[in-house]
């Protein structure tokens, strides 16, 4: 946990000179990030299902006679290595989406650290992707446009950062004033 608290000053250390959204639109999407983030799960889900029936048609080809006419049993070997890859990380991703609804519609800081730790995660999922492609092109095809990705996302994420970061509110505990 220091070390995320450690990345997370570090990055807004980063982002401290950029341009920033307007206050109310950065109150708005710290308000609703929620139900964006509910999307963001349902739709990472039904990818993660996409990429289980995927799974499965590379695994039933692996035992067809004819895989020998059209790919050879090492490249559909390394579909369902690819594939079984990009589902753990759909699977990981949805479910920590899905377990920060609740503190983020509260506003609590732990809704944002599970985005921060899901953004991070499709850092990792985004390298690892490109590198098993095995191919040049399509490795700086997907670190040039992952990056793209990675800036866009982490920049709206870091904005709505003051949202969360000094309210920690739960159903029935009150703060203390001093």
């Known amino acids: 946990m220091e070390l995320l608290v450690k990345l997370e000053r570090t990055i807004l250390g980063w982002l401290k ?12 999407l710290g308000e609703n990030v929620w139900w964006i983030v509910v999307i963001g799960a349902v739709l990472t889900g039904l990818s993660a ?9 590379n695994l039933s080809t692996l035992g067809s006679p004819i895989i020998s006419y059209y790919a050879s049993a090492t490249f559909v070997g390394w ?13 990981l991703e949805a479910l920590l989406m899905a377990f920060a609804v609740t503190p983020l519609k509260e506003r609590q800081k732990k809704g944002w650290v599970l985005l921060f730790v899901v953004w ?6 985004v390298v690892v992707s490109a590198i098993l492609t095995l191919n040049p092109l399509s490795f700086l095809g997907n ?23 000094h309210v920690e509110r739960s159903k029935g505990v009150k703060g203390k004033k001093a």
Do not use: C, M, N
């Open 17 to 28: 000179d950029v341009p920033h959204l307007p206050i109310g639109a950065r109150k708005w």
């Open 49 to 57: 299902l996409v990429l289980l029936s995927a799974l499965f048609t």
């Open 143 to 165: 670190i040039i446009f992952g990056a793209v990705w990675v800036a866009i996302s982490g920049y709206f994420l870091f904005e709505v950062h003051g949202q969360f970061a």
């Open 79 to 91: 579909l369902v290595v690819t594939t079984a890859v990009s589902l753990a990380f759909a699977v």
């Open 120 to 125: 991070l995660l499709g850092i990792v999922s």
